[in-house]
């Protein structure tokens, strides 16, 4: 049984917590070899992911430690350069589970493919025609991808939303379609290609565009947690916390950024597993802005006890099922670590780093200040660009931070310094 609640996962060298996350989940020797390969994508597999390549680019594969989701202690991998990510996130989750740990919900995998009809000579006749035709259309849709209807998925509904643009009145047609365990770009496109003509015909308009919408506020993930006040600082930590949530659901300048910080989590998650990132960041603003303002994705409000509750709602249009998912050995790894047996499980898990990641920030803006946190993260990475050696990395790190002056210049007055003792 795996338990993601390990002390000090930070401080220990890198073969030492290889050994623990393979002895926690499983790994073949050959899956450790690939750990250690740094990055297991090889420049033919790379070209036959994509165009014009000429090399490939790592960023450092971590595993955030200490996550508990509906009582199952997980670890969760997380991809990327940014130094304070996966330890706000793995200290915030430590403190989550505390409480009753982090609670996470999904609705169905429902993506939503848009048909845009145009030119209608009478659109409240194009309408009644085409909600008289619905079994119709989602028949035929279906028959496009009998494999996703086997498995329970495929086109369930229809809605019809007349809009009024610059370009004139337009009939947008939205197929609802259950696309199981895949992220569904695929199987929705098709099915909006397919459909097109026909409701062309039925409306008398011409159709143009057939594409799925980044915007899957019918496939959204939840999580929630309390988090004890004595674990913030007291109960006025937790004021502090939510006068801070309450600036970035006012203000659109703050929330841009408070948005932001929430996706370091996610998509860190799911660059680890080779996830459409860029979808989801669409997705995400889009939601944030559903009510017509752009607002905090997340809600953080005090109980009774005066303890601090969070929530997070997002679209998490991932998938388990086609894809560089299936393609990148490392994102299969990822799968693996995580134990995840289905899209809507790794959409949960996204979605937890997402809201430890932003109580992270807002712990570190309400009391020390961003700024300190985040240089001592970067003081590593000063350490390292001066040339420090593994012998003299922990030390240097000391006595830049010690220094308090995180810049450059005094890393590598430090490193040379080390350098000239050891010599």
């Known amino acids: 049984m795996v338990s993601s609640r390990i002390s000090g996962f930070y401080k220990m060298p890198v073969d030492e917590r290889v050994k623990i996350v393979t002895?926690?989940?499983?790994?073949?020797?050959?899956?450790?070899?690939?750990?250690?390969?740094?990055?297991?994508?090889?420049?033919?597999?790379?070209?036959?992911?994509?165009?014009?390549?000429?090399?490939?680019?790592?960023?450092?594969?971590?595993?955030?430690?200490?996550?508990?989701?509906?009582?199952?202690?997980?670890?969760?991998?997380?991809?990327?350069e940014e130094p304070s990510v996966v330890a706000a996130a793995s200290n915030m989750a430590r403190i989550m589970r505390n409480g009753p740990g982090i609670k996470v919900t999904s609705s169905p995998p429902i993506m939503i493919g848009q048909i845009q009809l145009t030119d209608i000579p009478d659109m409240k006749k194009a309408i009644d025609t085409l909600h008289e035709k619905k079994q119709k259309i989602l028949d035929m849709a279906n028959e496009v991808d009998p494999v996703l209807v086997k498995f329970g998925g495929g086109a369930k509904d229809m809605e019809l939303r007349p809009l009024e643009t610059a370009a004139g009145p337009m009939l947008?047609?939205?197929?609802?379609?259950?696309?199981?365990?895949a992220m569904g770009a695929n199987a929705v496109n098709t099915m909006a290609e397919t459909l097109a003509p026909m409701l062309a015909e039925l409306t008398g308009g011409k159709s143009l565009l057939r594409i799925i919408s980044n915007l899957a506020d019918k496939r959204t993930c939840k999580a929630e947690a309390i988090v004890k006040k004595e674990d913030l600082g007291g109960e006025e930590k937790v004021d502090r916390i939510v006068k801070a949530w309450a600036f970035a659901d006012a203000?659109?300048?703050?929330?841009?950024?408070?948005?932001?910080?929430?996706?370091?989590?996610?998509?860190?998650?799911?660059?680890?597993?080779?996830?459409?990132?860029?979808?989801?960041?669409?997705?995400?603003?889009?939601?944030a802005a559903r009510t017509g303002r752009y607002r905090s994705l997340s809600k953080w409000s005090k109980n009774e006890a005066g303890d601090l509750v969070g929530e997070l709602e997002m679209p998490m249009a991932v998938g388990l099922v086609g894809g560089a998912t299936r393609s990148h050995p490392m994102a299969q790894l990822a799968v693996k670590i995580l134990g995840c047996t289905k899209?809507?499980?790794?959409?949960?898990?996204?979605?937890?780093?997402?809201?430890?990641?932003?109580?992270?920030?807002?712990?570190?803006?309400?009391?020390?200040?961003?700024?300190?946190?985040?240089?001592?993260?970067?003081?590593?990475?000063?350490?390292?660009?001066?040339?420090?050696?593994?012998?003299?990395?922990?030390?240097?790190?000391?006595?830049?931070?010690?220094?308090?002056?995180?810049?450059?210049?005094?890393?590598?007055?430090?490193?040379?310094k080390l350098k000239g003792q050891k010599a």
């Open 172 to 181: 947008i047609c939205h197929l609802l379609v259950d696309c199981r365990d």
């Open 251 to 287: 203000d659109p300048y703050r929330a841009s950024t408070h948005n932001k910080g929430i996706m370091n989590g996610t998509v860190a998650v799911a660059l680890a597993f080779a996830q459409d990132h860029r979808a989801l960041e669409a997705g995400a603003h889009s939601y």
């Open 23 to 80: 002895e926690q989940v499983g790994l073949t020797s050959d899956e450790v070899k690939l750990l250690k390969a740094g990055g297991g994508l090889s420049l033919d597999q790379a070209d036959h992911m994509t165009e014009n390549v000429i090399s490939t680019i790592n960023y450092p594969f971590s595993v955030a430690v200490n996550f508990m989701l509906n009582g199952r202690d997980l670890l969760i991998p997380m991809a990327g």
């Open 343 to 416: 899209a809507q499980e790794l959409g949960e898990a996204m979605t937890a780093v997402g809201l430890a990641q932003n109580l992270g920030a807002l712990r570190a803006l309400t009391q020390e200040g961003i700024q300190q946190g985040h240089m001592r993260l970067h003081a590593r990475n000063l350490i390292v660009m001066a040339g420090a050696s593994p012998e003299i990395m922990e030390e240097a790190l000391k006595q830049l931070i010690d220094s308090g002056q995180i810049r450059f210049p005094k890393a590598q007055e430090i490193v040379a």
